[in-house]
């Protein structure tokens, strides 16, 4: 009987051995595949100033920017967002320099990362080249920034893909603006794939070009049960500002459509939603009477409506059930 005990216990020994190595080898793959991927994410970059410089070595989770699952060493952050955007003159940890840009080619080796959650590289220089089509693969992304980057061209349909997305900034900058003439560098022709982001609760996409979208853009946006907020500063749009067939927002807190070319009365449908903390339609040209069924918006506290054709009582606004109203303009 103790022999019999003595040889189990010895089976188990070699069974357990062999399933810690054959662990430990799995991980130790991983850790050289993600690597990898991370380095010829860098080969592609063009980095002036070495903000990459920690970017060397086997231990990439303290890589400047990168992130990592506890224990399994899976990359789940990347955040290079350029910290010095402006040309400022500041002394900061880089020494004199402004401009932290970085530019060059987006590796398709990214793709590779499969629990990637994170991804922010906004505020750098990739002029000239489109948004990447396999971004629109990266099924895991629940954060992703592309603000202020210099792409160019249309946004990638599927970026509709993401369904677990729920923070998306695509905001381009204007290559050219006046009274006459619009230019952005970015363009959505067809924004209906934008309903299957079903997570999104943050959408910015400022000064990129939506006149092609037409009335279709009010919605899309009306059929993402999670949004919260949307930003479509300076997009182009005109017209008037679209009803949709029913008011579906339960959750949208902040909008922001100002300097469009909204030529129409105050949208009455946005009293239906009790849950708007923020609003700013400045510098569009609306015009009639301010409705006082704004001043029963309970949770209302900033409103911005500079720059319009609007006409009101502000007094009697304010004698309605506004509570919380911190900014009137």
Request: glycine share 6%; proline share 3%.
């Given at each position: 009987?103790?022999?019999?005990?003595?040889?189990?216990l010895v089976i188990?020994?070699?069974?357990?051995?062999e399933?810690?190595?054959?662990?430990?080898?799995?991980?130790?793959?991983?850790?050289?595949?993600e690597?990898?991927?991370?380095i010829?994410?860098k080969?592609?970059?063009?980095?002036?100033?070495?903000?990459?410089?920690?970017?060397?070595?086997?231990?990439?989770c303290?890589?400047?920017?990168?992130?990592?699952?506890?224990?399994t060493?899976?990359?789940?952050s990347?955040?290079?967002?350029n910290p010095?955007?402006?040309?400022y003159?500041?002394?900061?940890?880089?020494?004199?320099?402004?401009?932290?840009?970085?530019?060059?080619?987006?590796?398709h080796s990214l793709?590779?990362?499969?629990?990637?959650?994170?991804?922010?590289?906004?505020?750098?220089?990739?002029?000239?080249?489109t948004?990447?089509?396999?971004?629109?693969?990266m099924?895991?992304?629940i954060?992703?920034?592309?603000?202020?980057?210099?792409?160019?061209?249309?946004?990638p349909?599927?970026?509709?893909?993401?369904s677990?997305?729920?923070?998306?900034?695509?905001?381009?900058?204007?290559?050219?603006?006046?009274?006459?003439?619009?230019?952005?560098?970015?363009?959505?022709?067809?924004?209906?794939?934008?309903?299957?982001?079903?997570?999104?609760?943050?959408?910015?996409?400022?000064?990129?070009?939506?006149?092609?979208?037409?009335?279709?853009?009010?919605?899309?946006?009306?059929?993402?049960p999670?949004?919260?907020?949307?930003?479509?500063?300076?997009?182009?749009?005109?017209?008037?500002i679209?009803?949709?067939s029913?008011?579906?927002f339960?959750?949208?807190?902040?909008?922001?459509?100002?300097?469009n070319?909204?030529?129409?009365?105050?949208?009455?449908?946005?009293?239906?939603?009790?849950?708007?903390?923020?609003?700013?339609m400045s510098?569009?040209?609306l015009h009639?009477?301010?409705?006082?069924?704004?001043?029963?918006?309970?949770?209302?506290?900033?409103?911005d409506?500079?720059?319009?054709?609007?006409?009101?009582?502000?007094?009697?606004?304010?004698?309605?059930?506004w509570?919380?109203?911190?900014?009137l303009?």
């Open positions: 009987m103790e022999r019999i005990l003595v040889f189990i188990l020994y070699f069974i357990s051995t399933i810690a190595c054959n662990g430990h080898t799995h991980i130790n793959n991983n850790v050289q595949y690597q990898k991927a991370l010829d994410f080969n592609g970059l063009t980095d002036p100033n070495n903000r990459l410089s920690s970017w060397k070595g086997n231990n990439y303290y890589w400047h920017g990168i992130g990592c699952e506890n224990g060493g899976f990359v789940v990347i955040d290079l967002r010095y955007p402006y040309p003159p500041l002394e900061n940890e880089y020494g004199n320099q402004s401009y932290m840009n970085l530019s060059g080619v987006i590796s793709i590779k990362l499969k629990y990637l959650k994170y991804l922010d590289l906004s505020f750098n220089s990739f002029k000239a080249i948004i990447p089509q396999f971004f629109g693969s099924k895991n992304l954060y992703l920034n592309l603000s202020h980057c210099g792409f160019i061209g249309e946004i349909s599927n970026l509709g893909n993401l677990n997305l729920q923070y998306l900034d695509f905001s381009s900058d204007l290559s050219y603006y006046n009274a006459f003439e619009y230019s952005s560098n970015l363009f959505i022709e067809n924004i209906e794939w934008m309903t299957s982001l079903v997570s999104l609760k943050h959408l910015s996409a400022n000064s990129v070009n939506l006149s092609m979208v037409g009335s279709q853009w009010i919605e899309v946006l009306n059929k993402l999670m949004l919260i907020e949307f930003h479509l500063h300076n997009c182009n749009l005109f017209k008037s679209p009803s949709p029913f008011v579906n339960t959750s949208l807190s902040v909008i922001v459509i100002s300097s070319r909204f030529n129409s009365t105050f949208p009455e449908w946005l009293l239906n939603v009790s849950s708007l903390v923020s609003i700013d510098w569009n040209i009639g009477k301010i409705p006082l069924g704004l001043g029963e918006l309970p949770n209302l506290q900033h409103l409506l500079y720059g319009n054709y609007l006409e009101g009582s502000i007094s009697q606004l304010l004698r309605k059930s509570k919380k109203i911190e900014f303009n």
